[in-house]
């Protein structure tokens, strides 16, 4: 367990953060890249730790893999491992992993001539898998409950025969992510064709536009950025500058830009001592801040910076589109709930929404040792870690698990005054 403190700093001018690069786009790229024979050159690889896992399954040589709770690594890995012909593996993961579902994906995969085993209960991991020559076609896989699915399949879809036709079946999930994955294929050179509910996309190799003098950089990762959107809404003083970061992405997450105008926070594209970047400022306009819904079904990752800002600063509002944040790295839609309520926020949970009502919160008494509860979930610590502005001080356990997706966050954080003691 650690606190949390409050230190005022100097806002005078603009203080700049650092970003980690995007896991997301990392651990797509280097799949593509240890699939390709044309190993094109990767910079700015993300260090977070599910890349880094990542990074060591497609690069060692050993039967047994251990994916802790990395479902991007779970998902994709699954997928590469089917497509590598007499390459016998087993994919371990911690518990939390074994409760989330793999059957949409498993099933898909074993339609294409996959040999994946479950090793412990029916349609969750661990996994056997034992590389097949897959055959691809045209097939159907639900896409609502995870793009990541829908991802890993399109992956490999230019390394297996024939290609593969996908038809997305019931309402989509995450999207924004979906469409990331068609984005980075299109810029390595890959043909993918994403229309309505339906993506083609042929057998081929890359072409020569990513060669050993045209390396592909990683973006910076926007999914982070979003909690330096929330420090500005709660700290009006509050200047920020986000090295490298730029408007033009593939990354959906980058509609935290507009979400935040709600709260005055605007950011603009600038050159702060001769880097380029994104300054982020509140406006402190007088914004219409009506009840309003949102749905999130296409960027689930920003739910819990945003259901926090709200409720910090007293507004009512319904978030919808919430069913995936059950099988997340925790159960998000009920650490959010809870974790609000505890800190005396009046929040609940109806149908699988989150209703915040503008009810002024009640300090929490720090000396009863209250410990806020991460549920081992990167993104439920950086989102309440910035309540720090309105309590002074909190206690987390489990701090340490911001490495999943942004190692450096407690050393950026403390430029702008949060300190982890």
Same mark, same amino acid.
């Not at 045209?214 to 990762?221: A, Q, T, V």
């Not at 800002?309 to 959010?336: F, W």
């Not at 609000?340 to 915040?356: A, K, M, P, R, S």
């Given at each position: ?82 497509? %590598? @012909? *007499?390459?016998?593996? !087993?994919?371990?993961? +911690? =518990? ?5 579902? $793999?059957?949409?994906?498993? /099933? ?51 390394? %297996? @025969? *024939?290609?593969?036709? !996908?038809?997305?079946? +019931? =309402? ?5 992510? $979906?469409?990331?994955?068609? /984005? ?238």
């Amino acid at each position: 367990m650690k606190t949390i403190r409050y230190k005022p700093v100097d806002f005078s001018s603009p203080i700049e953060i650092n970003l980690s690069s995007s896991k997301s786009i990392s651990n797509r790229a280097l799949l593509l890249q240890a699939l390709s024979k044309h190993k094109f050159p990767l910079n700015n690889i993300s260090d977070a730790d599910d890349t880094k896992l990542m990074l060591e399954a497609l690069s060692g040589d050993c039967k047994t893999i251990n994916l802790k709770n990395a479902g991007t690594c779970m998902r994709f890995l699954t997928a590469y491992f089917s497509c %590598i @012909e *007499n390459k016998e593996i !087993i994919l371990q993961c +911690d =518990e939390r992993m074994k409760q989330r579902p $793999i059957k949409n994906l498993v /099933d898909s995969l074993n339609e294409l001539g996959a040999e994946i085993i479950y090793l412990e209960d029916e349609n969750f991991p661990p996994l056997k898998i034992i590389g097949k020559k897959l055959i691809g076609k045209n097939i159907s896989i639900n896409a609502s409950q995870s793009s990541q699915f829908v991802s890993a399949l399109m992956l490999i879809a230019p390394f %297996i @025969e *024939n290609g593969l036709t !996908i038809d997305l079946v +019931d =309402e989509i999930s995450s999207k924004s992510y $979906i469409e990331m994955t068609a /984005d980075l294929m299109n810029n390595l050179g890959f043909e993918v064709l994403f229309s309505g509910s339906k993506i083609s996309i042929k057998q081929q190799k890359i072409n020569s536009t990513i060669d050993q003098t045209n390396s592909y950089s990683i973006e910076p990762d926007w999914s982070s950025a979003a909690f330096w959107f929330q420090v500005v809404a709660l700290n009006s003083d509050i200047k920020i500058f986000l090295k490298n970061l730029f408007h033009q992405s593939i990354q959906g997450d980058k509609i935290i830009e507009n979400l935040m105008k709600r709260f005055s926070v605007h950011s603009s594209e600038i050159i702060f001592y001769g880097t380029n970047g994104i300054l982020i400022e509140n406006k402190k306009s007088i914004n219409s801040l009506n009840d309003i819904s949102i749905n999130f079904t296409s960027n689930p990752d920003l739910v819990p910076v945003y259901a926090v800002t709200c409720a910090a600063l007293n507004l009512k509002t319904n978030l919808i589109g919430l069913r995936n944040l059950k099988i997340k790295e925790s159960d998000r839609l009920v650490a959010i709930n809870e974790e609000l309520n505890n800190l005396g926020f009046e929040t609940q949970i109806v149908n699988d929404e989150l209703q915040i009502n503008n009810t002024l919160h009640q300090r929490f008494n720090m000396s009863s040792n209250q410990i806020m509860n991460t549920r081992k979930d990167h993104r439920i610590a950086m989102a309440f870690a910035p309540l720090v502005f309105l309590f002074d001080e909190i206690k987390m356990n489990d701090t340490d698990v911001v490495i999943k997706s942004y190692p450096d966050f407690w050393l950026e954080a403390k430029k702008v005054g949060i300190e982890l003691v």
